[in-house]
């Protein structure tokens, strides 16, 4: 079993998308295995997005990620990584492929509902990132 993170981004929170995203998640095998709603501020969001440093979209990436609450999932299934990332699917809402996240719930590429880690590292740097690493299982 492997975990992976998923972040529902403002538009999702806002546009009270959380629960359908979520099912179609449990749907597709996967177990949430934690959760956490949080608002986070600049600084935080630009840690998150630290690998985009230098790129022309990271200041109104931060400023968005940073304007309203996010809510934080860590799930488990096998090959938990690449079964979200194809899940999730293209970046840009309009590129994404038929039956995915972005495609279903997405508005735009900045505003494209969901984040999903991109490897296994990364998986854990960013669960960790939200405290969602605990010794004692939930
Ligand atoms: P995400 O998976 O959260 O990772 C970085 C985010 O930057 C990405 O989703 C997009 O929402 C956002 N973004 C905005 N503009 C671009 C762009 N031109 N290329 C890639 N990502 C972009």
Redo the contacts with the bound molecule.
């Keep these: 079993m492997q975990q992976t993170l998923l ?1 529902l ?1 403002p538009d999702a929170v806002e546009g009270k998308r959380i629960g359908r995203i979520l099912a179609r998640l449990e749907e597709a095998g996967f177990l949430i295995r934690r959760l956490k709603m949080v608002r986070l501020n600049p600084q935080e969001a630009q840690a998150f ?1 630290r690998v ?1 440093e230098g ?4 200041d ?2 931060v400023a ?2 940073s304007s309203g609450p996010i809510c934080a999932v860590v799930l488990e299934r096998d090959d938990a990584v690449a079964e979200l990332r194809r899940v ?1 699917g293209a ?2 809402p309009a590129e994404a492929a038929e039956g995915t996240l972005r495609k279903d719930f997405g508005l735009d ?4 509902a ?3 880690s ?1 490897a296994l590292e990364t998986a854990r740097e960013e669960i960790a990132f939200f405290g969602l690493t605990l010794a004692r299982e939930a």
């Design positions: 972040m981004k997005y985009h790129k022309p979209f990271l109104k990436l968005y990620m999730v970046t840009d590429k900045g505003h494209n969901v984040h999903a991109d």
